[in-house]
């Protein structure tokens, strides 16, 4: 065999199927629209607003742990697997403060606080301590696009549960658990994963009366295993009005089968790629030697500053700050569709959410919002705005008529530009 011929067959490595499983993900092809469109004004954005980035609350914790040199390359060095002491202990009163009670009373010790990199590592470590390939987790549809990119990418069977503006059915739940029961695959369910507070995409949160009943269902259902119940909370500290609402969590006493994923992210900023996880003792273990293999531990000094905000209390005014910006962000996207959708509201229809960074809308069922469809084509390269499409959001694809805005990034003034741009490009197909 000639060199030729040898560079051409190592150039071709032999990937594993996962590799194959987890290709051609929307994330990427968003971000490289938002690339390549850069005149485009983006409601498609899940990123947060830069004018909020505490760049001076930064500065002031960066000082103050390395003020003493000694105590600096402690923050400098490696840390644990798990985490920060120092951060987790804080995060124990930081949990209290929102669950309303007292640390002792939270019934949990810091040992089963995992810290990672932010809190989409955490659901990527726990897809693969759960899942073998058809093993099945349950969604709420729609839901979080990127977590279904990283089910497929472990070969998990995804089914959709239908859900309304009061968040996924109980009913339907139960519908779905007892079919799945009764055809004996069961032993297959792993998971339901829900995001409890402001969805990502809709906007909506999963009603009081809903949260305790789905709980219970978990573990009425959880009759050969524990099916964990992942609680996504990335948005839970973004409420601008609406009533508050407990957590999942907090309605499984037993602290045994739900898991509480949060990160600081959305509230503070996303690059000190900063979450955590609550977990069930069982998970512990398993999530500390996964993420071990990745990364044995996430940024200390990171970690060390996010702990130093907490300590000084510093944290709290700014989530505020950021919330009051966020609403009034969202009240310049609802006013927009209001007016310029005025004409089209017996065809076009929207979520108003409480909280989070994202508003839900409904075009006629004749117009599809897909990446291929002539309405993306047109918004994008036409009238120049970009948004998220709404079947991202569905394992199978199968509602092909609406769309994620986002208020993010954009300030209240070219917010109405974008969804002006917008309701041209919709108008533009309606019949």
């Excluded at 309303?100 to 989409?120: A, H, K, M, N």
């Excluded at 799945?180 to 809709?202: C, D, F, H, I, W």
């Excluded at 109405?416 to 019949?431: D, M, P, Q, T, Y």
Aim: net charge negative.
């Amino acid at each position: 065999m000639g060199t030729a011929d040898k560079e051409t067959l190592s150039s071709s490595p032999r990937f594993s199927q996962r590799r194959y499983w987890s290709q051609d993900q929307a994330i990427s092809y968003l971000m490289q629209q938002g690339i390549e469109n850069p005149d485009c004004l983006s409601l498609a954005a899940g990123f947060v607003d830069f004018e909020t980035l505490p760049v001076e609350l930064s500065h002031k914790a960066s000082a103050d742990l390395l003020a003493n040199p000694d105590e600096a390359r402690k923050y400098l060095q490696y840390g644990t697997t798990a985490g920060s002491d120092r951060l987790r202990n804080q995060l124990l009163e930081h949990l209290a403060r929102m669950e309303e009670t007292s640390v002792e009373d939270l019934g949990i010790d810091r040992d089963q606080l995992v810290l990672t990199t932010g809190s989409q590592q955490l659901l990527c470590i726990l897809a693969d301590v759960l899942f073998d390939p058809g093993d099945i987790c349950l969604v709420a549809a729609p839901t979080y696009f990127v977590f279904l990119g990283v089910l497929a990418g472990v070969g998990a069977e995804v089914i959709s549960i239908e859900g309304d503006e009061n968040g996924i059915k109980v009913e339907a739940l139960q519908s779905e658990l007892e079919r799945l029961k009764q055809a004996g695959k069961l032993p297959r369910v792993k998971m339901l994963y829900l995001v409890s507070y402001y969805e990502n995409p809709t906007g909506v949160s999963i009603a009081a009366e809903r949260r305790q009943p789905i709980v219970d269902l978990v573990e009425q259902y959880s009759t050969d295993h524990q099916i964990v119940l992942l609680e996504d909370a990335a948005y839970r500290e973004l409420r601008y009005d609406g009533p508050e609402l407990p957590s999942l969590w907090s309605c499984d006493p037993s602290r045994s089968q739900v898991v509480l994923a949060q990160t600081f992210s959305k509230s503070f900023a996303p690059g000190f790629r900063t979450g955590f996880g609550v977990l069930p003792k069982s998970l512990v273990q398993p999530v500390i030697d996964r993420k071990g293999n990745e990364d044995f531990g996430s940024s200390h000094f990171n970690q060390n500053l996010i702990a130093t905000i907490l300590e000084k209390d510093w944290y709290s005014n700014h989530v505020t700050e950021v919330c009051d910006n966020y609403r009034r962000k969202r009240d310049a996207m609802l006013a927009a569709l209001e007016e310029e959708i005025a004409d089209m509201q017996d065809q076009v229809s929207w979520f108003t959410p409480h909280g989070g960074l994202y508003v839900w809308l409904t075009v006629p069922p004749e117009i599809e919002t897909g990446f291929e469809s002539e309405l993306f084509k047109y918004a994008t390269e036409v009238e120049k705005v970009m948004y998220v499409p709404g079947q991202l959001c569905y394992p199978q694809a199968d509602q092909k008529n609406q769309m994620r805005l986002s208020f993010g990034v954009l300030n209240p003034d070219l917010l109405r530009e974008g969804i002006a741009r917008l309701a041209r490009s919709i108008r533009h197909f309606l019949k």
